[in-house]
């Protein structure tokens, strides 16, 4: 089992470029959460969602942060025309159903570092 | 929606001694509660972690507590060694949701 496989894991990006994060979440897992961690700072839900659905987007940005989850491949977070404040690590992390028997805590990508300049 | 609180945000310990981080929940519908431990650089790695039914767990020198009673939770690290130092993270979840929420993180040092 790889775990939860994100890329890139470094991106520099200029202000105003489009960033593309992806996730592909440990084999089983149906659930996919992004977080976003500034430096020095906490880890902040951003946006979970299921196969082809957005369960909770109560995290995200209302402008410029979108993300997906096909039926097929793996989940995007897409940030267009960035700014330096977007500059943070975002992790992706996945999980089953919370509550089947032996998984509860969710397994958390490398992360991929954006960096804005 | 659930808010949890850390503290303290930094702890320096002398190697050998007890380190323990506390954090609190605000919704009683809360019931389950992971750490997590990430190095610097690193991914947020799963310690340990305890649901509602139970009021204590230990995994040889962590341990985690639970009082829902008074919604807090707390981490024990005994006979802390260096590759302890880490930020960790306490989080809580509320059953039949799926987001786990986190506190602030706790930076914790070991003094050799």
């Known amino acids: 089992n790889a775990g939860v496989m994100q890329n890139p894991r470094h991106l520099v990006r200029r202000r105003g470029q489009e960033a593309r994060l992806r996730c592909s979440p440990m084999k089983g897992h149906s659930h996919v959460y992004w977080y976003r961690q500034l430096p020095e700072e906490g880890l902040k839900f951003m946006v979970y969602?299921?196969?082809?659905?957005?369960?909770?987007e109560s995290g995200m940005p209302k402008e410029r942060f979108s993300a997906e989850f096909p039926k097929e491949g793996p989940s995007i977070l897409r940030i267009q025309q960035v700014v330096r404040g977007d500059s943070a690590a975002y992790f992706c992390a996945s999980s089953p159903p919370i509550g089947t028997t032996g998984q509860g805590g969710y397994t958390f990508g490398s992360g991929t570092r954006l960096t804005v300049v | 929606g659930e808010n949890v609180e850390q503290h303290p945000s930094t702890l320096s310990v002398q190697e050998g001694d007890s380190a323990v981080i506390k954090c609190t929940y605000s919704?009683?519908?809360?019931?389950?509660f992971p750490w997590y431990k990430q190095e610097l650089g690193k991914r947020p790695q799963l310690i340990i972690d305890i649901r509602s039914n139970v009021g204590e767990k230990k995994d040889q020198r962590i341990a985690v507590t639970l009082n829902k009673t008074a919604k807090h939770f707390s981490l024990h690290i005994t006979e802390t060694q260096p590759e302890d130092s880490a930020v960790y993270f306490c989080?809580?979840?509320?059953?039949?949701?799926?987001?786990?929420?986190f506190g602030q993180g706790t930076r914790l040092t070991i003094n050799p």
């Open positions: 969602l299921q196969k082809e659905n957005i369960i909770d």
């Open positions: 919704d009683s519908a809360s019931n389950y």
């Open positions: 989080a809580a979840i509320i059953q039949g949701a799926q987001k786990l929420v």
